[in-house]
């Protein structure tokens, strides 16, 4: 009984490590488990990339359905993406905003000027199209980190009250926006749409008595 118990463990140990094995052979790594989905974009207060006087907060991205795309002109991947991100704003109104962070820049000990930051930025969005409405600077990274941000390009789809709907782990192509991305993004715009709708007719009706 004993010798059977013996030989019984390590096999039951070698199966769950099969088991462990496969399913991670199988598995995709950008369907991780996000720490943010369907909870509220967290707090910050960030700089425009280009106009550091003005600055956003989560507010900022409310009342339009919004793609949040964490990317940087060291980012290999988020050149390839950029022509169609560019696409998709300029023949289907995608809402893009851009959260930038550069791993060049040490804001205490300045290895990198603003001035030469915003200067690469505008020679890559002029080489491969600009997709964003606007560019958040996340300086220190901190907002970066707070949305479990592992590397670029990394995409949040935001819905029109500012809750995190979707954390996508890689590029946006053509199949990715179509079956993934892009019926998530024009259900909560179909959403907001038809609740911007109903708030209007109620406010109407309310004015007419």
């Not at 993934?180 to 007719?201: C, D, R």
Request: glycine letters at 6%.
């Amino acid at each position: 009984m004993k010798k059977t118990s013996l030989v019984a463990i390590p096999l039951v140990l070698f199966i769950l490590l099969v088991v462990f094995l496969f399913k991670g052979l199988f598995s995709d790594p950008r369907e991780l488990d996000s720490q943010v989905q369907d909870k509220t974009l967290p707090a910050f207060s960030l700089p425009d990339l280009m106009n550091p006087e003005k600055m956003y907060t989560p507010s900022d991205l409310k009342g339009k359905v919004t793609i949040l795309n964490v990317w940087g002109v060291w980012c290999v991947t988020c050149a390839v993406e950029m022509p169609y991100l560019t696409q998709l704003k300029n023949e289907q109104g995608v809402h893009i905003v851009g959260l930038y962070f550069d791993q060049d820049l040490d804001p205490d000990f300045g290895t990198k000027t603003l001035s030469r930051v915003q200067q690469e930025v505008t020679e890559m969005l002029s080489r491969y199209g600009n997709p964003y409405a606007f560019n958040i600077f996340d300086v220190y990274r901190d907002t970066s980190l707070d949305l479990g941000v592992t590397g670029a390009p990394e995409h949040f789809v935001i819905d029109a009250e500012g809750i995190i709907r979707m954390h996508h782990i890689g590029d946006i192509n053509e199949r990715v926006w179509n079956n993934k991305i892009g019926p998530l993004y024009n259900k909560l715009v179909t959403q907001a749409e038809m609740t911007s709708s109903n708030t209007y007719e109620v406010d109407m009706q309310g004015e007419s008595k």
